[in-house]
């Protein structure tokens, strides 16, 4: 039967370089989460290690592995005994030479329920993760658990209407994302601003335009230049922020989910009746060269 | 030559049943807007009447008028006179039985620049558009004027990521949203907070997507059972707001952008550079029912 409600449980914590440390604290935080009652688990992106695609270093490769894999086995082993879902953000080595950002769910049972390669490839100073992601080739997804139907992005991906649209369609009853997304020391405190607003604006917009609550996870933590900006969150299926976690510390952030609510709002603000699907093909295109007019 | 910036101008007023009432109050605010430096001028959706869709009734037809037509008339010679670009929401009759909702655009010099065909047509209690338009049947309208690229969406519209993603991959400098939206005298204040928190949500994330201005024009004053929420503004091209009108009072809020902010956003944060776009064909799609999983 479709599961009608759920509790998650978003978990923003700091990261060190020994991964054995991050682990740790993670399956800590994740046994603290389900003991509070949280069904759903989401982790923050590659919370395994730093934020690693500062620099483009070749030695970082070596923190990659196969999925199904290490972390998928404690993961599973966790998600098994607590009886919980988790969604984990890890650096996947698929062949020799062909690495991605990879997202896995782990259903209640301890199976890997379904796996998402982001799509979304970003490349600015500090964030060179083209240097080390092949973009997905999975598409977007809708991944069945116990607790509900899960779509996971990956943060780059949240800027994009289109990931959250299609992932949507699929029928999820949320969109989530774990992310990594910091401010550089050398900003002002007013760039900060208009960075993170922009942020939590353009996701908030995905569950407006959806109908689904959106779940972003975030970092927290210095990190060479970059100070991770946290403020992880939980909207209802309208935008409306439910819960919000610091910009500093370690948290557990829980959040009860009314899947109900979708239907209703999608009623009383029908966009999905009113997409003009006939007139979207071009959003195939790279640009629209084409300047004549009617 | 391509201009590189221009002081929008938008105007939110209240409207009156008296048609002629309420184009000599534009006009004068057109006046006064242009002698306070505004050069593109944007006008709410429908300022020639009261928000006509909240019954349907067949003798509203009657509001309608062909374009060009009387309107498009005395707007072109305000704009040549004053040498402003007006941007404007008409009630057009195309036909016999064939009625539009539709915003023109006359340039500085008198011209019928473009017109765009409300694409997205809602229909709820108390906007009863279904009734009253055919869906535009002229695709998204990216229309040049002497102070710049203007693309016009209408009201609905707002809410579609993919109207806005369309017209802005035709280039154009601004996203502008004629718009008459308000709260039901029934609703408590915290859902009229939450149905406001998304319409500004939504719009600002446009921007950010996107990479450009958008400009939003909304109505103000009491019609029957339904409170137009005013609040008109403007942001720049990464979703910050710098300028923002009144829930109720009659303003002209004039801003001046920069259009070279684009091409700064869109390089720092090159949204558009990692677009998906081989992943983007079932946006066309009304849902996607597959449900099988990777």
Redesign the interface.
Known sequence: MKPTRATVALIQMSCTENPKENIEKVCALIREAAQKGGQIIVLQELYQSLYFCDVEDYKRFSLAEPIPGPSTEYLSELAAELEIVIVASLFEKRAEGLYHNTAVVLDADGKL???YRK??????PGYFEKFYFT?GD???????TRYGKIGVLVC?DQ????????TA???VDMLVYPTAIGWHNSQSEEVND?QY??WY??Q??HA??NGVPVISVNRIGEEGEMKFWGQSFVTNA???TLNKASVDQQEILLQELDYSESDSFRT?????R??????????????????T??
């Open positions: 329920a379904g796996k799509m979304h490839i970003p490349d600015d973009p999975l598409g977007y997804q809708a991944i069945s780059w800027w994009y209407p289109e990931a959250a649209r299609l369609l699929k029928g208009e607003q922009a604006t353009i908030r917009s407006v335009a309208f935008g409306k009383h603000w029908p966009f999905l009113d997409r003009r699907i006939d007139s979207y093909a071009p959003l195939t295109k790279r640009f629209i060269d084409d300047d007019q009617t």
